[in-house]
């Protein structure tokens, strides 16, 4: 992680830190919290398909409809947990996941989120692909794997066998199913997400399942980057540090706009880490990675020369 980020990280732990839990938010009247947006977009997907309205659940909750809807939105005022427990109860919502959305729904009113994993939100509980999911457009820069829209099954496989030894080959398949249904997001025929990568050259180096696997996934890569939604660079060794300093994974992810062609929400930079996720809010972290992003992709192969590249790769793996 770059200095900067490291310095937004920490700034996001203290926030996290001065922060209790308690039953009842403070209003936050400025905008919408990520953390709350992602509650909203849960439980309208429960909502629905549980079959109910927003009339017909606000009068189960004894609500007026306008209350419920600015919950959905990521707008509420204030959030009690008491609350978002009785709407799990009413939309069939199982008990890991309502523990989720109950700590979604505590974290604190700030644009740079640390989400430290087991920290009010259960570890299993993924924040991510929710929000991965509503993306209209994903600007992504790896330098270590590929990232899991691109990957294919043994791909995914390999490194969940390493993340997780003690799973069981069941366990491991439904996380493998999981990701691929994922990649529904790219592949969908209405209106199929964006996707804009710089995959580092080390990413089609380091060796994952083995020399086959490795093939089948570079050659993957390089079919997959023939769509037209999908642009795929190659930032080769050569290129050396074109940001001065290292920035670690990071994705840009912006979600369209309305008619009056503005932000539907506002876009979100997402670094994953170890022991946490950081999630930046503010327009001058957005624009720094932006910018990040845009030095990257000038300094990558061009997208004809990186799917050569791919292709060459993949045939020395099987040679």
């Given at each position: 992680?770059?200095?900067?980020?490291?310095?937004?990280?920490?700034?996001?732990?203290?926030?996290?830190?001065?922060?209790?839990?308690?039953?009842?938010?403070?209003?936050?009247?400025t905008?919408?919290?990520?953390?709350?947006?992602?509650?909203?977009?849960?439980?309208?997907?429960?909502?629905?398909?549980?079959?109910?309205?927003i009339?017909?659940?606000?009068?189960?909750?004894?609500?007026g409809?306008?209350?419920l809807?600015?919950?959905?939105?990521?707008?509420?005022?204030?959030?009690?947990?008491?609350d978002?427990?009785?709407?799990?109860?009413?939309?069939?919502?199982?008990?890991?996941?309502?523990?989720?959305?109950?700590?979604?729904?505590?974290?604190?009113?700030?644009?740079?989120?640390?989400?430290?994993?087991?920290?009010?939100?259960?570890?299993?509980?993924?924040?991510?692909?929710?929000?991965?999911?509503?993306?209209?457009?994903?600007?992504?820069?790896?330098?270590?794997?590929?990232?899991g829209?691109?990957?294919?099954?043994?791909?995914?496989r390999?490194?969940?066998?390493?993340g997780?030894?003690?799973?069981?080959?069941?366990?491991?398949?439904?996380?493998?199913?999981?990701?691929?249904?994922r990649?529904?997001?790219?592949?969908?025929?209405?209106?199929?997400?964006?996707?804009?990568?710089?995959?580092?050259?080390?990413?089609?180096?380091?060796?994952?399942?083995?020399?086959?696997?490795?093939?089948?996934?570079?050659?993957?890569?390089?079919?997959?980057?023939t769509?037209?939604?999908?642009?795929?660079?190659?930032?080769?060794?050569?290129?050396?540090?074109p940001?001065?300093?290292?920035?670690?994974?990071?994705?840009?992810?912006?979600?369209?706009?309305?008619?009056?062609?503005?932000?539907?929400?506002?876009?979100?930079?997402?670094?994953?880490?170890?022991?946490g996720?950081?999630?930046?809010?503010?327009?001058?972290?957005?624009?720094?990675?932006?910018?990040?992003?845009?030095?990257?992709?000038?300094?990558?192969?061009?997208?004809?020369?990186?799917?050569?590249?791919?292709?060459?790769?993949?045939?020395?793996?099987?040679?």
């Amino acid at each position: 992680m770059s200095a900067s980020s490291a310095r937004a990280s920490d700034s996001s732990r203290d926030a996290a830190r001065g922060t209790e839990p308690s039953d009842r938010l403070s209003p936050d009247s400025t905008a919408s919290t990520l953390p709350r947006r992602q509650l909203g977009r849960y439980l309208r997907d429960w909502r629905t398909q549980a079959g109910l309205t927003i009339a017909e659940a606000s009068r189960l909750m004894e609500w007026g409809a306008s209350t419920l809807q600015r919950l959905e939105k990521g707008q509420a005022d204030r959030i009690r947990t008491i609350d978002i427990q009785e709407l799990c109860h009413i939309y069939g919502i199982p008990d890991e996941l309502s523990d989720g959305l109950k700590g979604l729904a505590q974290q604190a009113a700030v644009k740079s989120w640390w989400h430290g994993y087991g920290d009010l939100i259960p570890e299993n509980f993924d924040v991510y692909v929710g929000l991965e999911a509503s993306a209209r457009r994903l600007a992504c820069y790896q330098s270590e794997l590929v990232l899991g829209l691109f990957q294919i099954a043994d791909y995914a496989r390999a490194l969940n066998r390493s993340g997780y030894p003690d799973d069981s080959d069941a366990e491991i398949e439904r996380r493998i199913q999981l990701r691929l249904q994922r990649q529904a997001l790219i592949t969908r025929k209405a209106v199929p997400a964006t996707v804009d990568v710089v995959l580092h050259e080390s990413v089609l180096r380091r060796v994952v399942g083995g020399a086959k696997v490795m093939a089948a996934q570079l050659r993957h890569l390089a079919d997959i980057s023939t769509q037209p939604n999908i642009c795929l660079r190659i930032l080769p060794f050569a290129a050396g540090v074109p940001l001065g300093v290292s920035t670690g994974p990071f994705t840009v992810l912006a979600f369209g706009t309305d008619s009056k062609g503005q932000p539907v929400e506002p876009p979100v930079v997402y670094a994953e880490g170890l022991t946490g996720d950081l999630y930046l809010e503010r327009q001058a972290d957005v624009r720094r990675y932006d910018r990040a992003h845009e030095c990257l992709q000038r300094s990558a192969l061009d997208i004809q020369s990186s799917r050569h590249l791919l292709r060459q790769v993949a045939k020395e793996y099987v040679a």
